[in-house]
């Protein structure tokens, strides 16, 4: 069993910057890539970010691209996303799941943490 715990969200103006948090327990096979996924309110849940813990494989979506960077720390098992030039359109429950392929339907992810929720005010 592989736990995930998000941190770093928050309340934050438009154009600002937020760094998001994913630690897990451990890294197996199973979960060798750590995506980023966010669900807004009444909305269904979209795919953010992907990255392997080797960083050889990084993927962003559109509406994130050059905003939006994951970075990794191996030693500690954690994955972080930073946010910057956010928009109020960015504010949703954020997510970061772990699976055994880089994919964007969330159904293919093993592991999921609790969310953590960006509010971004205009």
């Known amino acids: 069993q592989v736990q995930l715990v998000e941190s770093g969200g928050g309340l934050v103006q438009a154009g600002g910057s937020l760094r998001l948090s994913c630690a897990a327990s451990?890294?197996?096979?199973?979960?060798?890539?750590i995506a980023w996924f966010r669900q807004g309110s009444g909305k269904e849940r979209e795919f953010v970010a992907a990255?392997?813990?080797?960083?050889?494989?990084?993927r962003y979506a559109d509406s994130v691209k050059g905003r939006f960077t994951i970075s990794r720390d191996n030693v500690q098992n954690t994955l972080y996303l930073q946010m910057n030039s956010l928009k109020p359109e960015d504010t949703a429950v954020y997510y970061c799941?772990?699976?055994?392929?880089?994919?964007?339907?969330?159904?293919?992810?093993?592991?999921w943490g609790q969310g953590t929720q960006v509010t971004v005010s205009s």
């Open positions: 990255s392997s813990w080797s960083g050889g494989s990084t």
């Open positions: 799941a772990a699976g055994s392929l880089l994919i964007y339907n969330p159904s293919f992810y093993n592991y």
């Open positions: 451990r890294r197996t096979g199973s979960t060798y890539y």
